[in-house]
């Protein structure tokens, strides 16, 4: 009889287990289709699993122990002067304190190793992307290319793309959840972020900081398309009759209501990213810059 309870108590938390995880291949985080993403995700059901280790047996012995030490079951051995388990001293001190020390291991190590500012090894050259946070939109800027784009961005598959962020807005949070690496925006700061996709596809992006009330209409989709397609999608958009000079850029930083469409510029007014800097910090970049020119003697580009 009481085999029996057990195997239902058992085959209930499997079905619970695997409705659970059912619903992971929905979840476009756990969908990856770089290797940063897949990085992420190994962490994130390690991290879990090792966390399951102590949750999962504490509702196990919860349900168990209400079970065989209820007032009705008289084949239980009643213990009123118990005080001290040497093996259950072990198993509440040694369980946790070996679960902490992996979790940390596991952190640290990846942590160092999925550092968004480390450049992804390829053989080719990266795609250069400036991102720049607006009310309620995303500019892209391809500088190699002279043009931008805004809530689009594409780059070709098997390629690594390097990304500088900042903000002309409040702190926001640049995410492409199936490429991976969260990272933030802010105003007058750069940040740095690697990404490669390892599969041609479309791809959500993402502002996961509220911002105001255009926050929610604040995305973008990612392109990773062949190289072919990559460069007839740069011609397209080298002919758009849109430029964007500083003039057009100071009309397209108002906010915006509901969801700003895909828009494409010809051009880009030079050194805009570098402008949008130093709109809040007038200095950034000098100083970096003057060192770097007084030590090589050579002149340097800014910002870099």
Not at 27 to 38: Q, T
Not at 210 to 222: E, H, I, P, W
Request: proline share 6%.
């Amino acid at each position: 009889m009481k085999r029996k309870k057990y195997l239902i108590l058992a085959a209930l938390l499997s079905l619970g287990a695997a409705i659970l995880l059912a619903g992971c291949s929905t979840i476009i985080l756990f969908n990856p289709k770089g290797p940063i993403g897949e990085e992420q995700r190994f962490v994130i059901i390690a991290a879990a699993v090792l966390m399951a280790i102590v949750v999962i047996p504490v509702f196990i012995m919860a349900f168990w122990f209400s079970v065989k030490y209820r007032a009705a079951n008289t084949e239980s051995t009643y213990r009123p002067k118990w005080s001290h388990s040497t093996k259950i001293d072990l198993a509440m001190w040694g369980v946790p304190l070996a679960i902490v020390t992996v979790l940390a291991i596991l952190a640290w190590t990846r942590t160092h190793m999925l550092d968004p500012y480390k450049p992804i090894p390829a053989s080719g050259d990266p795609v250069h992307i400036e991102a720049v946070a607006l009310d309620w939109k995303w500019l892209f800027i391809y500088p190699d290319h002279n043009i931008a784009t805004v809530n689009q961005i594409k780059f070709p598959v098997h390629v690594p793309v390097s990304f500088r962020l900042t903000s002309d807005t409040v702190m926001t949070s640049f995410f492409i959840p199936q490429l991976g690496s969260q990272i933030y925006a802010m105003a007058g700061m750069q940040t740095r972020l690697h990404l490669l996709a390892d599969h041609p596809g479309t791809f959500a992006g993402q502002h996961q900081q509220l911002s105001g009330r255009g926050y929610a209409q604040m995305f973008f989709k990612a392109h990773a398309v062949s190289p072919d397609e990559f460069q007839a999608w740069l011609q397209k958009v080298r002919q758009s009759k849109e430029k964007l000079d500083l003039k057009r850029y100071e009309k397209l930083i108002q906010p915006n209501e509901g969801y700003y469409p895909v828009t494409h510029f010809s051009a880009v007014e030079p050194g805009l990213f570098l402008y949008i800097l130093r709109k809040y910090d007038p200095n950034w970049g000098k100083s970096s810059v003057m060192s770097v020119s007084t030590s090589a003697g050579t002149g340097a580009s800014e910002g870099k």
